[in-house]
């Protein structure tokens, strides 16, 4: 164990989990499901979802990881030693690693995307704008060499970066990355709000009209997702934490940066789609309203838009990257904790590895009609395949569509079940009161050990169950 890294400091802790936290699922992800979900109640619900279980579980994650000192898989075994369904829980870490693993597989590729319209705002910046063709991002999708080059770019950076390790890498790259995110959030934020569109985004963000299951559901999937919940980050990050820190400051700390940088992104784009209201045709789909439309507006209609379009891309792909050193290193801690490997032979294994299922993800942008309109059960609409394919998928196609899908909104939730179970019903109460630094006697103490135990995994139940009934 003396060799095990740890973070430097409690702040390198909070910035590296915040850098793992806040990702595209705050940037490109959360502005788009909740404009499709009709905004100020899928906020709400979205805001209930984070408190209620998403902090719980990070407080868990946190707790499992840091008394173990160990990453998830081992950390799992070492608290059911000698119990019964000991492999049960070995086995839900091998899952959540390979979760970690399919996360990266997938997101690799929008991440790579973010270096592209750097690049070209680069081009356009210095020698003038000019409008792209309709099907421009069509044709850039589905270009399959430059997919492949440009997530093989990023995945190259990751492993760069995870190699170093924990102190000299992960918390280094952080440490330089998340203060200049927040900086240049806040000031695109502050141009945003000069915008005429600033008050409907408001009004759009705090209207409270209809939900659905699949909206709630999508809510509490975001919430893990954005938290990097249910397959272990957390629990890795975690276990080089080291015990004298506060445990509940920092993943306060860590969710509310999160949350903010969500809200903070909806602000900068509804603003802008609001104001430009023939940019709102770009918003079919997360990619337009990211990718599409913001460089278009940045050009045409913002003052200052020529220096503010390449650096909000730096924005995007700093966040993208200590996303994705994260998912990697969940990968790689497993390999050096449970089978002994090296960072270095576990960096290349796991990279390369990791990478084969992001080549298949970058080609189904259209690259190959294969992979892009790929349904594991084969697009079926009726009989039990079409019953599956809509209560598990919602009919998705496409391959790295239906791995988003198949994570975010299924193996998250049951992974944050499952972790939130075992760190109530499973850890004494002693370690719980020491980890938290809580009396076990004092109302935080049975406050948040009743909401891991009944509240947290009931809410995660019932929404499973709705879901499954609508
Ligand atoms: N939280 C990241 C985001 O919002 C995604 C992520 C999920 C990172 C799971 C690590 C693990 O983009």
Redesign the pocket.
Known sequence: MAQRGNWGSSIGFVLAAAG???????LW?FPYITWVNGGGSFVLIYLICIGLVGIPILVAEVTIGRSAQLSTVPALAFHTRGRRFSRFWTGAGVIGVAT?GV?LGY?AVIAGWSISSFAQCMVWSTSGYQAPASDAFGQFAANGPLQLGLSLLFSLATALIVERGVHGGIERASRLMMPALFAILLTLAVVACTLDGAGKTFQFLFTIGPITWHGVLEALGHAF?????G?G?MITYGSYMKPEESLLRAAFSIALL?TLVALLACVVLYSILFTFPTAEGAIGSPVGMLFIAMPQLFYTSIRGGAILAPIFFILVAF??LT?TI??LE?VVAFAVDKLKWTRRQATLVAATVIFVLTAGCALSMGASPALTQFSPFAGAHEGLFGKLNHVLLKDKTGLFNVLDHLVSNWC?PIGGLLITFFAGWLLDRRLQSEQWKLDQASLAYRGLRLILRYLAPISIGLVLYGVNQS
């Not at 793992?20 to 705050?26: D, I």
């Open positions: 793992s936290a806040v990702g595209l699922g705050n992800k970690g996360i997101y997702f954005t938290l990097s919940l397959m980050a999160d966040a993208a996303s994260s998912m969940v998250l």
